[in-house]
């Protein structure tokens, strides 16, 4: 843990990308729970499927009583009968370039995603919303102020890209390992869409950044799928076939209005355990 702590803060620099997916209590690299359980990279008990969890605070939990990756868990001890021990390592804030630094750079991570049965990989979601912010206070850039989020696009298709080729090249692969990613939602659809930030783009927040996170979960779709690993569609479930619903009406946010609610968490769970257990259990 203090190899990954270091790493982390040594990205994070001053607090400059504190991300605002977690500026609504907790530090914003601070993992829930025992330190213990969530980086500990032994061998599972004999007969038991060791999952790790790779993410931001969707993996944590944050804002839950019980997120996705004790869900998930559940789905598969429930589904197939197996022992399942859970090393989640997922850390409030992350970004796509900090998880591509652990798994490319941090023997923890890498020993423990190198023994896992299942893992499951959520990412991205702080690379946009930093950028989001940057737009909405017009210091995104360009004559149209979406430079940064064309960059944020730009900076997760080459991350996202080096972390499945860490995981499934370098560390398991999807052929004797459960490997599931998964795109993500839009938490803002109804306050996006009665807000103007940029009045020279002629569309609201909504519109605007819709598109870009379109691009980034087609990207996560394609390479996903080029690679052999299943992805669950949870900005589907969450926003829609049009990506225009607002996932607080159905309840799966949290107060925060960011972070899934326990609902949300269990709809991610589902998306997840549509996809099957292959190639483990057929």
């Not at 941090?106 to 989001?132: K, P, S, Y």
């Not at 993500?184 to 996170?213: I, Q, R």
């Not at 960011?258 to 549509?274: Q, T, V």
């Amino acid at each position: 843990m203090l190899a990954l702590l270091a790493l982390l803060l040594s990205t994070l620099g001053c607090g400059q990308e504190t991300a605002k997916e977690d500026q609504t209590g907790e530090g914003a690299t601070t993992p829930v729970g025992s330190t213990e359980d969530r980086t500990a990279a032994s061998e599972p008990a004999p007969g038991a499927l060791s999952y790790v969890a790779l993410g931001d605070s969707l993996a944590t939990g944050y804002g839950a009583d019980r997120g996705y990756v004790d869900r998930y868990a559940g789905l598969l001890r429930a589904q197939t009968g197996a022992t399942v021990e859970v090393r989640n390592l997922g850390v409030n804030g992350l970004t796509s370039r900090q998880l591509r630094a652990g798994i490319e750079g941090d023997r923890r991570v890498r020993d423990a995603v190198r023994r896992a049965d299942v893992v499951t990989i959520n990412i991205g979601a702080n690379d946009l919303l930093q950028a989001r912010s940057k737009y909405q206070s017009g210091n995104c850039g360009g004559a149209d102020n979406q430079d940064c989020l064309r960059e944020a696009v730009a900076g997760f298709r080459a991350n996202w890209d080096a972390i499945l080729a860490g995981v499934i090249t370098d560390l398991r692969s999807p052929g004797t390992t459960v490997i599931r990613a998964m795109d993500f939602y839009n938490p803002s659809v109804a306050v996006d869409a009665a807000t103007v930030s940029w009045p020279a783009a002629g569309a609201n927040d909504f519109v605007v950044f819709k598109e870009y996170l379109e691009q980034v979960n087609s990207h996560i779709a394609a390479s996903s799928n080029a690679r052999g690993v299943l992805h669950a569609e949870v900005y589907e479930s969450f926003n829609g076939p049009n990506g225009d619903e607002d996932p607080s009406g159905k309840g799966y946010m949290s107060e925060d209005g960011i972070h899934p609610s326990d609902e949300g968490h269990a709809a991610i769970a589902r998306e997840l355990g549509k996809l099957g257990y292959e190639p483990l259990y057929h």
